[in-house]
Nanobody, 121 residues
Framework: QVQLVESGGGLVQAGGSLTLPCAAS????????MGWYRQAPGKQRELVAT???????NYADSVKGRFIISRDNAKKMVYLQMNSLKPEDTAVYYC???????????????WGQGTQVTVSS
């Protein structure tokens, strides 16, 4: 049973925008902090943004002021609005559980397939 489904990726020019939706199963989503992560070629997966069930957000310094995380609790959806995209934002983007404390150990659900974002210069 697929529990996390990311979509919305694509090829975009630098300075452009994309919004990534993620559908999560109720067991993963309900009451949990959710996060967006990304993994660039040859690099480790990194945390990009988190949002608690109560709406508190946190961002990596590299995306602060450009990305916005949001969630629809009724639909069990998490979104990542990405603005002013840069070539260094190129990566596969994933959603999963997050932590209220930035970077704290998290018991992740099985990772979805992710969605590829490619930013051309």
């Amino acid at each position: 049973q697929v529990q996390l489904v990311e979509s919305g990726g694509g090829l975009v020019q630098a300075g452009g925008s994309l919004t990534l939706p993620c559908a999560a199963s109720g067991t993963i989503f309900s009451g949990n902090t959710m996060g967006w992560y990304r993994q660039a070629p040859g690099k480790q997966r990194e945390l990009v943004a988190t949002m608690t069930s109560g709406g508190r957000t946190n961002y990596a310094d590299s995306v602060k002021g450009r990305f916005i995380i949001s969630r629809d609790n009724a639909k069990k959806m998490v979104y990542l609005q990405m603005n002013s995209l840069k070539p260094e934002d190129t990566a596969v983007y994933y959603c999963n559980k997050g932590s209220v404390v930035w970077g704290a150990p998290t018991l992740y659900a099985d990772w979805g397939q992710g969605t590829q974002v490619t930013v051309s210069s």
